[in-house]
């Protein structure tokens, strides 16, 4: 065969094995973990660490830990992603022993 007979197989092969994963991503849940000094908490349902604030999500055990903090105090705060493309939120709050 000549080359210029397989170069659209052989690309379409390389671009479905190289290409970017579009359809799993899509569906991926994204959330991390942030640690820092609480510097303001809103009645809101805001919480701001380390100089950024975040959303606490409502109705979580989050919501219910906000409750008993307080400014200055060491948390470790756990994000997801919520639906449409929104900020990521507080879905947990674990207070750092000091």
Same mark, same amino acid.
């Given at each position: 065969?000549? %080359?210029?007979? !397989? *170069?659209?197989?052989?690309?379409?092969?390389?671009?479905?094995?190289?290409? =970017? =994963?579009? /359809? $799993? *991503?899509?569906?991926?849940? #994204?959330?991390?973990?942030? $640690?820092?000094?609480? !510097?303001?908490?809103?009645?809101?349902? !805001?919480?701001? #660490?380390?100089?950024? !604030?975040? &959303?606490?999500?409502?109705?979580? /055990?989050?919501?219910?830990?906000? &409750?008993?903090?307080?400014?200055?105090? #060491?948390?470790?705060?756990? %994000?997801?992603?919520?639906?449409?493309?929104?900020? =990521?939120? #507080?879905?947990?709050?674990?207070?750092?022993?000091?």
């Amino acid at each position: 065969m000549k %080359l210029r007979k !397989t *170069w659209p197989i052989l690309a379409v092969f390389t671009i479905a094995l190289y290409g =970017p =994963p579009n /359809a $799993s *991503w899509a569906a991926r849940s #994204v959330g991390g973990r942030i $640690s820092g000094e609480i !510097t303001a908490i809103s009645s809101s349902g !805001t919480i701001k #660490v380390g100089g950024h !604030t975040y &959303r606490v999500r409502a109705n979580s /055990a989050a919501q219910k830990a906000a &409750r008993k903090l307080s400014v200055g105090q #060491v948390v470790e705060l756990k %994000l997801e992603r919520a639906g449409g493309g929104r900020e =990521p939120e #507080v879905v947990a709050i674990a207070k750092h022993a000091s």
